[in-house]
């Protein structure tokens, strides 16, 4: 009751593409109900503000002193008036309570039926497992528009959180356990969205975007991506892996030769080729590689290194790369390995990367 | 009774607090609350420039979206050293220990705190808390946040090496701070003179008692959990990480138990402190004396339901987080009615608009603003789009730093010249508290509007769109850095060139105005008496003292 009347004072002011003065643009279907709450607040505050900024200065200018002397004998105290000013704001944070949470229940209650998408955070990236269509994504995420899409969302090491601020819908990122998270969104287009938790260096890198698309291209968008890496040819992988792959390694891999949490790719199949990799338990990698040893080829060190990071820690650097098992398929570790074989074809000597997924160079 | 009050005057000009003995041990190893009290000021004062200086740094780095100073990890290290210098060792002990130290005896009629060894005691916990937090500046520095999240802050891989050394120096200034309201809270209850009721006593007092009931009974609970985090990060035991079995999200109960009522810690003093200078520069009887008192207290108690507000998004049930937000939203109740009856006290007084009364105005606008925009963080559903956002930065700095902070800048300048004996220059006074305003307001306002709009906290990196906010946000830190470097330079010029201060420069009726400035050693040469501690009408002005004296014909309380 009381929500839909102060909703049709309030909502006059239909938002701009470009968002209010307070507020963001407004893309999914509980922003409408947070920025009805958020102004209902506004104006609330905006009363008692000028209530207290008006009275002080009036106060001020028509009781300032005039004489050192005392001369004062105002009102000591006033039962009645202290109730009402207890006993009002009382009611009020009673109906704010009220209105946010219930705004809070649906925002929280996800729909029957929602679009579901597999989210892992990890330092300094997410990842997006579409199950449906089998298909993986890093840095961004695509859905459709005007269906319901859940988020389940873990973390491979620290708390993480997505915030998606068009959207009004945030939730953290656990270590261990599940939290989930949906929206519809609104309107076509993208969108930001932002790790807040606090998870260390490179915390404020910790982005992807949204891209919101049309329910009739999602399908054909999605089984493509699904599959795009299947039919290619050898040579087309190296130019897949570093546009499409690399970005899950970006935050500890550098391709200019610097080290970062782990060693650069930049001549890293040149070493491993070689053997001239040393461990933190004294072994060198040469002693693992040739006929009837650990590993045989070089080949199968970079897969183990993706696969099982923990078995062989390369010296100077601590065990924190993560396992990527079940996450890169049998053929995107093979584009992988031949990214690193031809690594110079695709970057420039400062490490940027010099040609787009189909192989054309970029300008 | 005239006679006594010359003999004081007297006194002061051979024998105070400052001159009674000499050397630098008299001091390091005083007993005086008056002394321990000027050396946590001091020394506050100095973490304070430090926390300020790494604010600055914060500013200057966020001018540009890519960060115009630092690396990712300098960055990380200058918030986290800001917020840990400025919430363990200026805010939560600067109005208790540096101002309550000097002030509460001598307000309460008493010689001296109930254990004036403790007192000592936990001044020397401060400095040891201080020494740990420099050595994990020194050991690797510490880039977890002054929060000290799980899992985080246990990983040796991620976070950085100084993590154990800063935890100590959390633990140990939490011992400084329970034992400095142990020390209150006897205080209070056992060295009240005859007379001095509790419904006598000055507000600033009911807000150091409130605070120091928090200080005891919290702040356990903080030491408990930096040891579990201690423990665990040197030897592997799984209560935080989920590695091992532990459940990082119980880190944050915990933490938040403490660092939710610690956040009273910080302002109920500083209320307190407004409580005084809105009264005593109005020269007008505070309004709603016991309203006041009581929503003390009843702040104090509700603190400790409401952690959880912290962690709505935190995966924890629905069911708690709707708990938690409304009872969170009762703590507005007894904030509104403090507000509501300084604006009371104000009518029909006698205002003076002077350096210290311009702090009490400043905090009920910055408060009113600070208070305010808590509603929209106990709101549920804005506080899903709010939580850890510029936001919260924005609201909290408008609580922590523009209230507890300026109330403390107030009291600062109202008790200076019973502390020192000097008197500030006014004129500069006025000019820094406009400046450290307008500066203020100016910083943290503008992170309301990026926060909402959708910039994160701490973020050394940012989407180009937030930059005018933040350029317009480093302009007005600077203007409140100015206002501060003038506060040092005139209060400083004050202390060897100021003018010699009267007893009662103000017209305060509470006891400390009652013995000289600076105060003698013992605080009274006899009992005073005790009346009602807001009735001004008692004092009259003297021209030639520029101070106030009592009325001759004034009826004393007693007689
Ligand atoms: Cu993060
Ligand atoms: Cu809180």
Redesign the pocket.
């Known amino acids: 009751m009381i929500e839909t009347i102060l909703y049709s004072l309030l909502s006059n002011v239909p938002p701009t593409d470009n968002g209010t003065f307070w507020l963001p643009r407004s893309a999914s279907t509980v922003a409408e109900n947070i920025d009805f709450t958020f102004e209902l607040i506004n104006w609330i505050c905006y009363f008692f503000f000028a209530v207290i900024v008006v009275a002080m200065v009036l106060f001020c200018i028509k009781y300032r002193r005039k004489s050192p002397n005392m001369t004062c004998d105002g009102p000591t105290h006033n039962t009645a008036l202290e109730l009402t000013w207890t006993i009002a704001p009382l009611l009020l944070v009673v109906v704010i309570f009220t209105v946010g949470m219930r705004g809070y229940l649906d925002l929280r209650e996800a729909p029957e039926g929602c679009y579901e998408v597999q989210v892992t955070g990890q330092k300094w990236s997410w990842t997006f497992n579409h199950p449906e269509f089998g298909a993986t994504q890093v840095g961004e995420l695509t859905v459709p528009v005007g269906k319901p899409v859940r988020l389940l969302m873990t973390s491979n090491d620290v708390l993480h959180s997505v915030w998606i601020p068009d959207f009004r819908v945030k939730m953290d990122v656990i270590p261990g356990r599940y939290t989930s998270l949906w929206f519809e969104a609104t309107k076509v287009g993208d969108y930001q969205l932002n790790c807040t938790e606090y998870c260390g260096k490179d915390h404020s890198k910790m982005l992807a975007k949204v891209h919101v698309i049309p329910v009739d291209e999602f399908d054909a968008t999605m089984i493509k991506l699904a599959s795009e890496y299947e039919d290619m040819s050898r040579a087309e992988l190296p130019a897949y892996a570093i546009n499409r792959l690399y970005n899950r390694c970006v935050s500890c891999h550098s391709l200019d030769g610097s080290s970062g949490t782990g060693p650069s790719f930049n001549g890293l199949w040149d070493r491993v080729k070689v053997g001239q990799v040393k461990f933190t338990s004294g072994e060198a990698l040469s002693s693992l590689l040739g006929d009837a040893t650990e590993y045989g080829e070089p080949e199968n060190y970079i897969r183990e290194s993706i696969l099982n990071p923990q078995k062989h820690i390369v010296q100077g650097y601590l065990g924190s790369m993560p396992s990527f098992q079940g996450q890169l398929k049998e053929k995107q570790i093979t584009a992988m390995i031949e990214m690193f074989k031809h690594l110079d074809e695709l970057t420039d000597a400062n490490g940027n990367i010099t040609v787009n997924k189909d192989g054309t160079p970029t300008e | 009774m005239i006679t006594t009050e010359a003999k004081h005057d007297n006194l002061s000009m051979s024998d105070n607090y400052l001159n009674h003995t000499k050397g630098i041990k008299s001091w390091l190893f005083t007993l005086d609350h008056k002394r321990i009290g000027m050396m946590y000021l001091i020394c506050i004062l100095l973490a304070f420039l430090l926390g300020g200086i790494f604010a600055m740094l914060i500013r200057f780095h966020l001018l540009t979206p890519d960060g115009a100073l630092m690396t990712q990890d300098q960055y990380n290290q200058a918030f986290t050293v800001h917020g840990a210098v400025m919430v363990f060792l200026v805010i939560i002990p600067a109005v208790p220990a540096a101002l309550g130290n000097f002030v509460l005896p001598i307000m309460l009629g008493a010689k001296d705190v109930a254990f004036p060894r403790l007192n000592l005691f936990s001044w020397w916990l401060w400095i040891l808390g201080l020494v740990f937090f420099l050595i994990s500046l020194g050991t690797g520095g510490v880039d977890t946040g002054w929060t000290f999240y799980t899992p985080y802050s246990i990983d040796k891989a991620s976070s950085m090496g100084g993590v154990i050394p800063a935890l100590i120096g959390a633990f140990v200034l939490g011992f400084s701070s329970i034992f400095t309201g142990m020390n209150f809270i006897v205080t209070i209850h056992r060295l009240r003179p005859v007379g001095m009721t509790w419904f006598r006593m000055p507000l600033f007092l009911w807000g150091t008692y409130a605070t120091a009931i928090i200080q005891v009974l919290a702040t356990p609970v903080i030491g408990i959990t930096l040891l579990l985090l201690i423990v665990e990060r040197s030897f592997g035991i799984g209560i935080f990480d989920p590695a091992l079995g532990g459940d990082p999200v119980l880190y944050q109960h915990f933490f938040?138990f403490y660092?939710?009522p610690a956040?009273y810690i910080m302002i109920l003093p500083a209320m307190g402190i407004v409580s005084e200078l809105i009264a005593v520069h109005s020269h007008r009887h505070i309004f709603g004396y016991k309203f006041i008192a009581y929503s003390s207290i009843a702040i104090a108690m509700f603190g400790f339901l409401?952690?959880g507000?912290?962690m709505f998004t935190s995966g924890q049930s629905q069911l708690v987080n709707i708990i938690f937000s409304l009872i969170?939203f009762s703590v507005s109740i007894p904030s509104a009615i403090k507000v509501f009856n300084w604006l009371a006290t104000l009518y029909k007084g006698s205002i003076s608009l002077n350096t210290p009364m311009l702090y009490g105005l400043s905090f009920i606008f910055i408060f009113g603003i600070g208070g305010l925009t808590g509603l929209y963080c106990a709101t549920l559903n804005t506080d899903v789009h709010l939580h850890d956002s510029y936001f919260i930065v924005a609201h909290f700095h408008y609580v922590m730093m523009g209230s507890a902070l300026i109330g403390f800048i107030g009291g600062i300048h109202h008790w200076w010249p019973k502390m020192t004996g000097k008197m500030y220059n006014e004129a500069w006074g006025r000019f820094a508290c406009v400046l450290v305003f307008v500066g203020f307001n100016v910083t943290f306002f503008t992170q309301f509007m990026m926060g909402s709009r959708g910039m994160p906290r701490r973020y050394a990196t940012y989407q180009p769109e937030f930059q005018t906010y933040h350029v317009i946000s480093t302009i007005g830190s600077t203007i409140m850095a100015l206002g501060f470097v003038i506060t040092a330079i005139y209060l400083l010029h004050s202390v060897f060139k100021g003018k010699k201060a009267p007893r009662n420069p103000w017209g305060g009726r509470s006891l400390e105005w009652q013995c000289s400035s600076p105060p003698p050693w013992d605080n009274f040469a006899e009992q005073p008496e005790v009346g009602d501690c807001y009735d001004f009408s008692v004092l009259v002005w003297n021209e030639e003292e520029q101070g106030y004296d009592w009325r001759k014909d004034a009826v004393h309380p007693g007689e």
């Open positions: 938040w660092s939710h956040v409401v952690w507000h912290h969170t």
